[in-house]
């Protein structure tokens, strides 16, 4: 794995934790615009 694609797949779980957390305080609209960026930043993995 090279450096950008390690750098990718840590946006993409940075973006997924964060909407978790944000999700579970009850904040639905930031949770889908998380989720939505990590889809984004996982595009780039392929």
């Given at each position: 794995m090279d450096l950008a694609r390690g750098s990718w797949i840590t946006?993409?779980?940075?973006?997924?934790?964060?909407?978790?957390?944000?999700?579970?305080n009850g904040y639905t609209g930031y949770a889908i615009t998380l989720v939505a960026v990590g889809l984004a930043a996982g595009v780039n993995l392929t």
């Open positions: 946006i993409v779980a940075i973006c997924l934790i964060a909407a978790l957390l944000v999700a579970i």
